[in-house]
């Protein structure tokens, strides 16, 4: 049977399931095809982020997800000797939930997988391989394994590190392949029973020990040069059971679940868009797995490229917006992956010498330096210089306090908890709606757009949203003009009133993906939304 589709994504990662609810929310016809015959189960991500919660949130899956993470999971990284070298430990709720929590990537997998049930264009297929695509004028033609043929619009390879598809299309990947691979064992019932995670940097042998839901516990321990056997070695148990020696009284009673061979990459593809066909998630870049961050680079990918491409199926916006996920995602995965890079070589060196440097230079760290260390401030946020992103002057008025602030376009809007029009406390996101939006501060939007742009914001299906103080919400409720989503600000700590307060504008415009697209002066919205479109591609 030959099928034809819009998008078509290669591989049932979470990538590809991520991309495929976004798609399919937005009634776009998707398939997603994988090669093996069932989500693979072995171990894998430890970690998700607050921006890839928040990406779940969007979905409408985050209370699917919840059930298998560890909020708030603390990070001691710490030496031979078991000092404390460094604490991450990040309290902030700028995004709305958690910035750091242990999960179990496959039970979210699962998650995503079913997912994709509450939509009749969205559908998947195991045990179908891909093994060549055709570029065409108007679409791709896919040939599967088992002869048939799919013809998608576009195509997204998010099939791994390993992607064919990006080999077959002759793109580079290129980095560096650390010499020594990792051994990642996964035990139930868990022996030490502690919320938080290790990292140990110690010279006789590097290890992981993570605390995961629902009493798992991992461990990952790097293996040297010298033991080049290391398949065979993970099925040895006498070698595996010397490595969790050292960690708990008696290794021959752990419960193991799974055990693996991993190696660390740190590599970028030369490109993310060949035609009509994208790399995403470990197709596109893979990192050491210390930073914690492949898992959510690969959500952020799909985040991005999730809602560009059902702009463009659906008509609402040109092809030239596809260009803009590689111009924007490139260069805070470049970042990324340095991050992780460094990070892994400073908790797996195992020269005697450089990492007694490590610890010379931890102790010597200012409280100043431990608390940014705490809260994470060594993780690069994602902010955009080009792609559809407006960047406006500071506005010069003797109205505003003459500041020099930054300017936030091309960064993500926090999700403080606010009202809807009728008090129910929620996040932001879930009080306004998804997609494209546009908040003022006390101030109805419409008054301040032309018919052209009010036409142009319906195509896109955008939301007005006022913003007002709760103590106002009955009267803005009952004169909110038609088409308008009236929010109400609890004050207070972070808000949306004391975000506004710090910046000098009225108004700020949102992407489908929560990032910034512009802000400015409430009169000169209409003229800022006009260049957003034209940002956006928008017809």
């Given at each position: 049977?030959?099928?034809?589709?819009?998008?078509?994504?290669?591989?049932?990662?979470?990538?590809?399931?991520?991309?495929?609810?976004?798609?399919?929310?937005?009634?776009?016809?998707?398939?997603v095809?994988?090669r093996?015959?069932?989500?693979i189960?072995?171990?894998?991500a430890?970690?998700?982020?607050?921006?890839?919660?928040?990406?779940?949130?969007?979905?409408?899956?985050?209370d699917?997800?919840?059930p298998?993470?560890?909020?708030?999971?603390?990070?001691?990284?710490?030496?031979g000797d078991?000092?404390?070298?460094?604490?991450?430990?990040?309290?902030t709720?700028e995004?709305?939930w958690?910035?750091?929590?242990?999960?179990?990537?496959?039970?979210?997998?699962?998650v995503?997988?079913a997912?994709?049930?509450?939509?009749?264009?969205?559908?998947v297929?195991?045990?179908?391989?891909?093994?060549?695509l055709?570029?065409?004028?108007?679409?791709?033609?896919?040939?599967?394994?088992?002869?048939?043929?799919?013809?998608a619009?576009?195509?997204?390879?998010?099939?791994?590190?390993?992607?064919?598809?990006?080999?077959?299309?002759?793109?580079?990947?290129?980095?560096?392949?650390?010499?020594t691979?990792?051994?990642?064992i996964?035990?139930?019932?868990?022996?030490?029973?502690?919320?938080?995670?290790?990292?140990?940097?110690?010279?006789?042998?590097?290890?992981?020990?993570?605390?995961?839901?629902h009493?798992?516990?991992?461990?990952?321990f790097?293996?040297?040069?010298?033991?080049d056997?290391?398949?065979a070695d993970?099925?040895?148990?006498?070698?595996?059971?010397?490595?969790l020696?050292?960690?708990?009284?008696d290794?021959?009673?752990?419960d193991?679940?799974?055990?693996?061979?991993?190696?660390?990459?740190?590599?970028?593809?030369?490109?993310?868009r060949?035609?009509?066909?994208?790399l995403?998630?470990?197709?596109?870049?893979?990192?050491?797995?210390v930073?914690?961050?492949?898992?959510?680079?690969?959500?952020?990918?799909?985040?991005?490229?999730?809602?560009?491409?059902?702009?463009?199926?659906?008509?609402?916006?040109?092809?030239?917006?596809?260009?803009t996920?590689?111009?924007?995602?490139?260069?805070?995965?470049?970042?990324m992956?340095?991050?992780?890079?460094?990070?892994?070589?400073?908790?797996?060196?195992?020269?005697?010498?450089?990492?007694?440097?490590?610890?010379?230079?931890?102790?010597?760290?200012?409280?100043?330096?431990?608390?940014?260390?705490?809260?994470q401030?060594?993780?690069?946020?994602?902010?955009?210089?080009r792609?559809?992103?407006?960047?406006?002057p500071?506005?010069?008025?003797?109205?505003?306090?003459?500041?020099?602030?930054?300017?936030?376009?091309?960064?993500?809007?926090?999700q403080?908890?606010?009202?809807?029009?009728?008090?129910?406390e929620?996040?932001?996101?879930?009080?306004t709606?998804?997609?494209?939006?546009i908040?003022?501060w006390?101030?109805?939007?419409?008054?301040?757009?032309?018919?052209e742009?009010?036409?142009?914001?319906?195509?896109?299906?955008a939301?007005l949203?006022q913003?007002?103080?709760?103590?106002?919400?009955?009267?803005?409720?009952?004169?909110?003009?038609?088409?308008?989503?009236?929010?109400?600000?609890?004050?207070?700590?972070?808000?949306?009133?004391?975000?506004?307060?710090?910046?000098?504008?009225?108004?700020?415009?949102?992407?489908?993906?929560?990032?910034?697209?512009?802000?400015?002066?409430?009169?000169?919205?209409?003229?800022?939304?006009?260049?957003?479109?034209?940002?956006?591609c928008?017809?």
């Amino acid at each position: 049977m030959n099928k034809a589709c819009d998008v078509l994504v290669v591989g049932a990662g979470p990538v590809g399931l991520t991309l495929a609810n976004l798609l399919g929310q937005q009634g776009v016809d998707v398939l997603v095809v994988e090669r093996e015959h069932e989500l693979i189960d072995y171990p894998r991500a430890v970690g998700i982020d607050d921006e890839a919660l928040r990406a779940m949130q969007t979905a409408g899956l985050v209370d699917e997800v919840l059930p298998h993470t560890i909020p708030d999971q603390k990070i001691y990284m710490i030496n031979g000797d078991g000092a404390i070298l460094s604490e991450v430990n990040p309290t902030t709720r700028e995004f709305g939930w958690p910035r750091r929590n242990g999960f179990v990537q496959p039970l979210v997998d699962r998650v995503l997988l079913a997912g994709l049930d509450r939509f009749p264009s969205a559908a998947v297929r195991f045990g179908a391989e891909v093994v060549d695509l055709t570029e065409e004028a108007d679409g791709v033609v896919a040939a599967l394994a088992n002869g048939e043929t799919v013809r998608a619009r576009y195509v997204v390879a998010a099939e791994g590190g390993s992607s064919p598809t990006r080999k077959r299309l002759g793109i580079s990947f290129e980095g560096e392949t650390r010499p020594t691979d990792g051994i990642v064992i996964d035990v139930a019932n868990d022996p030490i029973g502690t919320p938080h995670a290790v990292f140990g940097g110690d010279p006789a042998r590097s290890y992981a020990s993570i605390a995961l839901p629902h009493g798992i516990r991992r461990w990952e321990f790097t293996l040297f040069e010298d033991e080049d056997e290391g398949e065979a070695d993970v099925e040895d148990d006498a070698f595996v059971f010397g490595l969790l020696a050292p960690h708990v009284p008696d290794p021959s009673k752990l419960d193991i679940i799974r055990r693996r061979v991993y190696r660390h990459h740190a590599r970028i593809a030369g490109r993310f868009r060949h035609g009509r066909i994208f790399l995403a998630g470990d197709a596109a870049h893979v990192m050491p797995v210390v930073g914690g961050q492949g898992w959510n680079s690969g959500i952020r990918d799909a985040f991005n490229l999730g809602w560009k491409l059902a702009a463009v199926v659906k008509g609402l916006s040109a092809d030239g917006l596809l260009d803009t996920y590689e111009t924007e995602r490139l260069g805070h995965v470049t970042q990324m992956v340095a991050v992780s890079l460094r990070m892994a070589k400073e908790m797996t060196d195992h020269d005697p010498e450089k990492a007694a440097e490590r610890d010379r230079i931890a102790a010597a760290r200012t409280p100043e330096e431990r608390e940014a260390q705490k809260r994470q401030a060594f993780k690069p946020q994602p902010r955009f210089d080009r792609g559809v992103v407006v960047h406006t002057p500071l506005p010069v008025s003797k109205s505003l306090p003459a500041r020099d602030v930054p300017r936030l376009a091309g960064t993500i809007f926090p999700q403080p908890r606010a009202t809807d029009a009728d008090g129910a406390e929620m996040l932001l996101d879930d009080a306004t709606g998804q997609g494209w939006r546009i908040l003022a501060w006390n101030n109805d939007p419409t008054a301040f757009l032309s018919a052209e742009r009010r036409a142009a914001l319906d195509r896109l299906g955008a939301r007005l949203v006022q913003v007002v103080p709760t103590a106002q919400l009955p009267w803005a409720r009952e004169r909110a003009a038609a088409g308008v989503t009236v929010v109400g600000d609890l004050g207070g700590g972070p808000s949306l009133q004391a975000w506004f307060d710090a910046r000098p504008v009225g108004a700020v415009i949102l992407r489908p993906d929560h990032v910034i697209a512009a802000e400015c002066l409430t009169q000169e919205l209409d003229e800022v939304v006009a260049r957003v479109l034209e940002a956006a591609c928008a017809v």
